[in-house]
C-alpha cells in the first residue's frame, strides 16, 4: 500500500495489520484503499487457507478469485467493500458439487449485498434514532427494498422470540388504527389492529410499558387467538388484564385467562361520560335552534371548557362556565348532564368500594332525576362494567401507558415511510418498542 499505514518495503499485495484494525472485520485483510469524492472502496480478501469439498471432503483446487461489492457502514461518504472472494473447484469426477466460493457469515450473507455489520448498524439506526428506511438506504448508497430485504428476517426473527413475553403479569390491549381506506382491505389488510403491551410494574413499582405484539384486525376473536398461540406459562402468569369498554376483548379475557382480573380503564369512561355530553349539547342545539351549533352560542364556543374536571377550573373557568349554563341552557338538562360527568369523575376518584358504591348510588340519583336518554345508556354501560370498574377502584391498573405505546405507534407511522402492508408495519413497530433490543 502506497499510504502511511503500509509496513515500510512491503509489496502492494502485502496486507497492513493496522489497516485490517481500522476498518474493524474479523477475518479479512486489507489490500486496498481508494477516496473518491462520492465514496470509498476498499478491497479485502481473507488469508490463505486449505479448503476441502463442503460435500465430500476431498482438497479442492484453486480457481482464482472473483471480486463482491458490499455495501458497509458508512462514514463522511459512503463505503462500498470489494470482497476478492475465493473460488474452488472439486477435483472428484463423481462429485455433484463442481465449482464452489468461500463464504464468510461474519462478512455477509450468502447473496447478500450488505455487510453484517451494516444490517446491524441500520436495525440500531432505526431502534434508537428513529431512522426512515429510506434514509438508511440513502446513506449505505443502495435502494429501500435491498435495505429492507437484509432487515427484515433479523426483525422477524426478534418478532418470533417467544422470549420477550417472559414474566408478563399485567397485560394491556387496545386497538390501532393501520390505514384509513376501508376500500383497499384486500390488499392492505384490515383497518384496524390490536395490540398487547406488557404493563407489569418492576421491583420499584415502576410501570415501562412494552409493546408485546400487533395482529390484524380488532375482534375478541382475534385477541382470543393471540392468547391461545400464547404458552400455558405465559396465560397461568397474567394476572391483571386491563382493555376499554369493548365486550370482544372481555370475552377473550374470560374464555383464555379466567384466572386474570379483567380491569376497566378510567380514560375510556371519562371520555364515554365526555362524549354523553357532547352528545346532549348537540341535541339540545338542533331541538331548540333547528340547526348545529355556532360560534355565537356560549355553549359551542365553550365546548371544551364543559369537558374539563372541576377540579382544574380557575376563577374565571367557573365564571364562563356559570355564564354557559344560564344563557345557553333553557332546559337545565346541559347543566344535569354536566354534573352527572363530575359525579362520574368523583367516583373514579375514591379509593374504597364503600366509597365507590356511595358514589355509584348518588350518581344512579343524578341520571334518574335527569331522565335522558344520553346519560341513561351511560348509565347502562356503568352497570354493565360495574364488576371490572371495582377492581380499578381497589387496583389503581389503568391502561394509560397502552394509549402512550398507540401514540408512539403513530409516531412512527409518521416517520417509517414505504410500508405497504402490516406484516412489515408489524416488525418495524416492534423493533422501536421497550421489547425490543437492536442486536
Given amino acids: ?63 482464482g478469485r472473483r471480486v463482491r461489492a458490499l455495501h ?37 450473507r450468502p447473496r447478500g449485498s450488505l455487510t453484517c455489520r451494516a444490517v446491524t448498524w441500520a436495525i440500531s439506526q432505526l431502534h434508537h434514532e428513529h431512522a426512515t428506511v429510506q434514509g438508511l438506504a440513502r446513506q449505505l448508497g443502495t435502494t429501500w ?26 397485560l394491556g390491549v387496545d386497538e390501532h388504527v393501520w390505514h384509513h381506506t376501508p376500500h383497499k382491505s384486500a390488499t392492505k389488510g384490515p383497518t384496524m389492529l390490536t395490540g398487547m403491551v406488557d404493563l407489569t410494574r418492576d421491583s420499584d413499582g415502576t410501570v415501562h410499558a412494552r ?13 382470543a387467538a393471540w392468547l391461545t398461540d400464547r404458552t400455558a406459562a ?36 371519562v371520555k364515554l361520560a365526555n362524549d354523553t355530553l357532547t352528545a346532549v349539547r348537540q341535541r339540545l342545539s338542533r331541538d331548540h335552534k333547528g340547526r348545529r351549533g355556532r360560534l355565537v352560542d356560549p355553549s359551542w364556543a365553550n365546548c371544551k371548557l364543559l369537558l374539563r374536571g372541576a377540579d382544574t377550573l380557575s376563577e374565571r373557568g367557573w365564571d364562563r362556565l356559570e355564564q354557559v349554563l344560564r344563557t345557553d ?43 335522558m336518554p344520553e346519560t341513561d345508556r351511560l348509565w347502562n354501560t356503568i352497570c354493565a362494567w360495574w364488576a371490572e370498574i371495582e377492581v380499578l377502584i381497589i387496583t389503581g391498573v389503568a391502561n394509560a401507558r397502552t394509549e402512550a405505546a398507540n401514540t ?3 409516531n412512527i407511522k409518521r416517520t417509517g415511510r414505504g410500508f405497504r402492508n402490516s406484516d412489515n408495519y408489524r416488525a418495524r413497530i416492534l423493533l422501536s418498542s421497550a421489547a425490543r433490543r437492536a442486536v
Wanted: glycine share 10%; hydrophobic share 40%; net charge neutral.
Fill in 329 to 371: 341552557d333553557p332546559t337545565d338538562e346541559l347543566g344535569a348532564a354536566w354534573g352527572i360527568k363530575e359525579q362520574l369523575r368523583r367516583l373514579l376518584k375514591t379509593t374504597t368500594l364503600a366509597d365507590a358504591h356511595e358514589a355509584k348510588m348518588l350518581l344512579g340519583h343524578y341520571v334518574m332525576v335527569a331522565d
Fill in 211 to 223: 409493546l408485546l405484539d400487533l395482529v390484524p384486525g380488532r375482534s375478541g376473536t382475534v385477541f
Fill in 408 to 410: 408512539s405507534i403513530k
Fill in 234 to 269: 405465559f396465560r397461568d402468569g397474567v394476572q391483571v388484564a386491563t382493555l376499554d369498554p369493548f365486550r370482544g376483548y372481555a370475552n377473550a379475557l374470560r374464555d383464555e385467562l379466567g384466572e386474570a382480573t379483567p380491569v376497566l380503564d378510567a380514560f375510556h369512561l
Fill in 72 to 108: 458497509d457502514v458508512p462514514g463522511v461518504v459512503p463505503v462500498t467493500i470489494r470482497w476478492r472472494q475465493r473460488t474452488w473447484r472439486c477435483p472428484d469426477a463423481g462429485c455433484p458439487v463442481g465449482v464452489f466460493v468461500e463464504q464468510h457469515p461474519h462478512l455477509v
Fill in 1 to 63: 500500500m502506497s499510504n502511511a499505514t503500509a509496513r515500510l518495503g512491503a509489496r502492494t499485495t502485502d496486507p497492513c495489520v493496522r489497516c485490517d484494525v481500522l476498518l474493524g472485520l474479523d477475518g479479512v485483510q486489507v489490500e486496498h484503499v481508494e477516496r473518491g469524492p462520492t465514496g470509498m472502496t476498499v478491497t479485502v480478501s481473507t488469508p490463505w487457507q486449505l479448503m476441502g469439498c463442503p460435500r465430500c471432503g476431498v482438497v479442492a483446487v484453486g480457481r
Fill in 145 to 170: 427494498k435491498t435495505l429492507w430485504r437484509a432487515v427484515r428476517p433479523r426483525l422477524q426473527a426478534l418478532a418470533d422470540d417467544e422470549s420477550r413475553l417472559a414474566g408478563v403479569a399485567t
